[in-house]
């Protein structure tokens, strides 16, 4: 029987390896849900763009669904699902946003085409036509033909910084082992066995 890890992140650290090397297409493919000052809950999917002992990072448009509910209620929840490996994580923390330098390092580290959608696109609003889209491309990729793309100002990244992580891993005839960590005062994290 595995021993239960003294902190959360180095087992996290092993099943994101674990995922990476198995037939998943993306690894980093995580379900995000937030909640606005309303409470009424919102899931979708977002790519995971980093994680340490700080938290985990992504990447959005503030002006969208998502960074409008953080700024009105900066809590989220994470979950993984690795299905080629049997396995989930979930995590619930705080979020803050990251630094600017943090910010203009993974925007310039982007495909140019990227750089562009996040200037085309006002994210989450009502679009007339894929047509209007690709003209915002266009108008974009005309204004910065000759020089550096910088980082619109509506668009950055949160870190969530878990107060909660629980590992699910699939076992025979629902046996299944799930393993909680709550964060406690004085940064040290508890630990428990849950039935599945």
């Known amino acids: 029987m595995r021993k239960s890890a003294k902190d959360p992140m180095v087992l996290f650290s092993k099943w994101f390896e674990a995922a990476q090397a198995s037939p998943i297409e993306d690894a980093t493919a995580m379900t995000l849900a937030t909640a606005g000052k309303d409470g009424i809950p919102h899931a979708r999917l977002v790519l995971l763009k980093g994680f340490s002992a700080n938290g985990f990072v992504f990447y959005t448009n503030l002006e969208s669904d998502k960074g409008k509910h953080l700024a009105e209620n900066p ?14 994580v979930r995590i619930e923390g705080r979020v803050e946003p990251v630094s600017d330098e ?39 990729g005309i204004q910065f033909a000759k020089g550096n793309i910088s980082r619109p100002s509506y668009w950055s990244g949160f870190r969530v910084i878990p107060f909660m992580i629980e590992f ?23 630990y428990e066995l849950l039935y599945p």
């Open 168 to 190: 699910w891993e699939e076992r025979p005839y629902r046996l299944h082992r799930r393993e909680r960590y709550c964060l406690e005062e004085g940064a040290s994290w508890r």
């Open 75 to 88: 809590y989220a929840a994470l979950c993984f699902h690795w299905w080629a490996i049997k396995r989930q």
């Open 102 to 140: 943090e910010a203009d390092a993974y925007f310039n580290s982007r495909p140019v085409k990227s750089r562009l959608g996040a200037w085309a696109s006002t994210q989450s609003r009502s679009l007339s036509s894929m047509n209007e889209l690709r003209k915002r491309v266009v108008k974009y």
